[in-house]
């Protein structure tokens, strides 16, 4: 369990953050630039030594303001990778991977790691020769041979491109599922988070405004106020029942439902969190016939929240929340009201999957 309850005031910005998270995982800290995510993770990390308060993992205390205990950085062994690489010039990759690592390092730990992150082949190069991608991968791999007790990333890909930042993405999702090792993540794309997290935190002007399992903050308010209501949805999570060919996998979400996806990447038997856009969901009075949509679920309104021009509908699908943005003309003439009994109609290819485990 990963403790954090501190208070920092620094030139007219004060951060009060408090939050549990289970470890290991990925804990996403999520929200706007300046929102204090990268302020935070320095206090986890011992880079700055004025904070009040207590931070605490696994049992072990690393900050008790109130008990005058305040580790020293080099203590925590937390490794850091930030939004640069910071490797060394001089060094070739080996010697950038091999800084800092232990004297006697845990036996096959290198070759598992170089492995891992696809170095193997740049082992003898200089981060001149190197992609932005390649950089960040070794220097993920320089604080995982540090042997951390926990990983913090701060914004990771920000430097990258696109191309780059999907090049680097498949690595972390490695990272996680193979290491049994808590990980901080600090970004303020939610497609990131959607792909890697496993419990988000989400800020606000340096508070907490939602802390969780990602598919019980994705409907939060103050996450939906971030992300706009373009990017607003349910995530959900399930487990591939079928593979239907080369195009469409079954996964089922529930003791009665399942959601038809596109099967690219997918395995049986493999735990995959989908992502149900707000704007892509149709809802029905009555069971549709004759169309194309593969996905037909039948739910229960749970609420309808008036945004504006549109509304916002909850629907419960055999126990998992998901949201639809309807107009408000459709809410009244549907009679959409808590407890009414509709289907909720989607296309396979809107639904975003993203693996959470091997297979």
Known sequence: ???????LQRRGFRLEARFDAPTPGVIALFGRSGCGKSTLVNLVAGLIGNGAGRIALDGECWLDSSSG???????????????????????SVRGNL???????PRAGLFDDVVSL?????????????????ERQRVALGRALLAEPRLLLLDEPLASLDQSRRD??????????????????????QFDEVLRLATHLVVMDEGRVAAAGEVGAVSLHPALRAIVGPEAVGAVIQGRVARVDGEDLATVDVGPTSSVRVAAEGLVMGQSVRLQLLARDLILATTEPQGLSVRNQLRGRVVSVLSEGPADLVEIDIDGHRVLSRVTTAATRELKLVPGREIWVLVKAVSVSQHSMAPG
């Open 1 to 7: 369990m990963l403790q954090i309850d501190v208070s």
């Open 69 to 91: 205990i305040r580790v020293a950085a080099e203590r925590r062994r937390i490794g850091y990778v930030f939004q640069e690489a910071r490797l060394f010039p001089h060094y």
């Open 98 to 104: 091999l800084y800092g690592a232990p004297r006697a």
């Open 117 to 133: 992150l696809g170095l193997a082949a740049l082992l003898q190069r200089r981060p001149t020769a190197l992609s932005g991608g």
């Open 167 to 188: 090049e680097v993405l498949p690595f972390l999702e490695r990272l996680r599922d193979h290491f049994a090792l808590p990980m901080v993540y600090v970004s303020h």
